[in-house]
């Protein structure tokens, strides 16, 4: 191990603290973006034409919205956003700083997948709780969230997954993570190790959020 990974063993700690900030960027990011996320997108199911509370003009900028956001390369998001980023965490450099652009950067495409997630949703059923007088409240969660579970649970586990590659994209300009590692040391310092090393744990950490999510939509879809 000392020949294949010699700079690695010499940095076991700074890794340790670099895969628990990618997960830290990870985890709460993935949370915030994903309630954004999915409020957004029941909103663009609801309001689209002849949804349970259609509405023309609110999907259409709710839509046109949704489709800038995601438009924007995150290595610019990052730095068109910076002043806001400032305003709510006071600095534009960190690990914390970088949740703010990880949340915008991702929970639009979030949004995007959660509408098409629910739009396989059979409108049989939607139509007959609509002749049973149940609110669109009552649609909203106990049809279309209830009966699209196991795909939101899918396209979750896609968004987390994006979201990953996205922590290391932040960490690579200072934002600290396995990204960080990866640029700052492995390659700025010809350290291929460290590069390899950095991204086998996020190999790992990808493959791990899909087993899980896998078991999870088994679980799901069997009850």
Excluded at 116 to 143: K, T, W, Y
Aim: no cysteine.
């Amino acid at each position: 191990m000392t020949t294949l990974i010699p700079n690695v063993l010499q940095m076991k700690a700074e890794f340790i603290q670099a895969t628990l900030e990618t997960l830290y960027m990870t985890a709460v990011s993935a949370l915030v973006a994903g309630i954004l996320g999915l409020g957004l997108g029941v909103l663009l199911v609801v309001t689209q034409p002849h949804g349970i509370l259609a509405d023309g003009p609110s999907y259409q900028v709710l839509d046109k919205l949704t489709n800038l956001l995601r438009s924007v390369p995150f290595i610019i998001l990052l730095a068109v956003i910076s002043p806001l980023t400032s305003y709510l965490v006071g600095t534009t450099v960190g690990t914390t700083a970088s949740l703010v652009p990880l949340v915008f950067g991702i929970f639009p495409f979030y949004a995007r997948q959660v509408q098409n997630a629910l739009l396989d949703v059979d409108q049989g059923i939607v139509e007959a709780a609509q002749s049973m007088g149940s609110s669109p409240v009552a649609i909203i969660f106990r049809v279309y969230l209830k009966e699209g579970l196991p795909d939101l649970i899918r396209v979750s586990i896609v968004t987390v997954i994006s979201l990953i590659g996205l922590t290391t994209m932040a960490g690579a300009i200072g934002a600290g993570g396995l990204g960080d590692i990866a640029i700052s040391i492995g390659y700025a310092r010809f350290e291929n190790d460290v590069t390899f090393v950095a991204m086998i744990i996020i190999l790992v950490l990808v493959f791990a959020v899909q087993l899980f999510g896998d078991w999870l939509v088994k679980r799901v879809s069997h009850h």
